[in-house]
């Protein structure tokens, strides 16, 4: 079974609306699916709708911001209650933060002589189809900056304004590790740690990361994420076996022009790996 656990519509910060994305992952060949937009759960009615139409197995899936140690890390959640009040006012409190944070990107990019920034997010998240009510994330600014005459492209705006560590990475809104994973076990989803190798820490650090997730309550880590290394995977698949861990897998995707991100087109899961689709909460998804 070929399972794209980690992808976003324009409900966050990706291209394409989440029935044009259920569409594509069809296409591919992509047979169980989550959606997993930034802090909402605004497009998963429509990704459940469309998966139905083109024969998807699927399972309602989110990606949560929080803070450990200092750093921004992402918890993947599955199988959870999408009308959960406890899930829902904690995404609405985040969606608040997010604003602010655009605001305080916005603020920065003026103080460097580049002014209009939130109106030009705004106008980039808009034309994907985005809800207008949403506040725009990193990669619409990135893109107001290219087509501003700021940067030559994304990678640019990110090595050098809106990455880790620089002026556009705001972390004082976000949950801490332990609240993001009791938000979604309370709703009843699964808890899994998205991408360790992208926040740019040693093996050791992962390590410690895992093992904290662990003592929280989480019980997954995304092994494979894009067309990763494999020798990366390797190392994820391992650390899973090794705190008791299932293995999930995404493409991450975001735009169709992004082949590293290509729908359904993973490094696959080393053997020996508990795939996360063993948890009960995919029971109804994986069924025929």
């Not at 911001?65 to 899930?87: C, E, N």
């Not at 990678?155 to 556009?168: D, I, P, S, V, Y």
């Not at 709703?187 to 360790?196: D, I, N, Q, T």
């Not at 990366?232 to 082949?259: K, N, T």
Request: proline share 6%; charged share 20%; aromatic share 8%.
């Amino acid at each position: 079974m070929l399972a794209d656990l980690h992808m976003h519509s324009t409900a966050s910060d990706g291209a394409l609306a989440p029935a044009e994305l259920m569409a594509r992952a069809a296409a591919a060949g992509v047979e169980l699916v989550a959606l997993t937009d930034h802090d909402t759960l605004d497009g998963l009615s429509e990704a459940q709708a469309a998966a139905a139409a083109h024969g998807l197995r699927w399972v309602s899936g989110v990606e949560l911001s929080a803070q450990w140690q200092g750093h921004t890390v992402h918890i993947l959640g599955y199988g959870f209650d999408m009308r959960s009040p406890a899930l829902l006012g904690a995404l609405a409190e985040v969606r608040d933060g997010r604003w602010q944070r655009a605001e305080q990107i916005a603020d920065r990019l003026a103080a460097k002589r580049m002014p209009g920034g939130l109106e030009g997010a705004l106008a980039v998240q808009q034309a994907t189809g985005s809800d207008p009510g949403s506040p725009p994330a990193r990669p619409h600014f990135a893109d107001w900056m290219v087509q501003a005459g700021y940067v030559r492209d994304r990678g640019e705006a990110f090595r050098k304004w809106l990455g880790a560590g620089k002026l556009g990475d705001i972390k004082q809104h976000w949950p801490a590790l332990g609240t993001a994973v009791a938000q979604l076990r309370e709703a009843g989803g699964l808890a899994v740690v998205a991408h360790p190798w992208h926040y740019g820490f040693t093996r050791a650090r992962i390590r410690r990361l895992l093992r904290d997730f662990a003592e929280a309550g989480g019980r997954g880590v995304e092994v494979s994420n894009g067309k990763q290394a494999p020798e990366q995977v390797a190392v994820l698949a391992r650390m899973s076996v090794e705190f008791g861990f299932l293995a999930s897998c995404g493409s991450d995707f975001h735009h169709p022009d992004s082949p590293w991100m290509a729908l359904g087109q993973m490094t696959p899961l080393p053997a020996g790996c508990a795939p996360v689709w063993q948890d009960a909460r995919f029971a109804d998804a994986v069924m025929p």
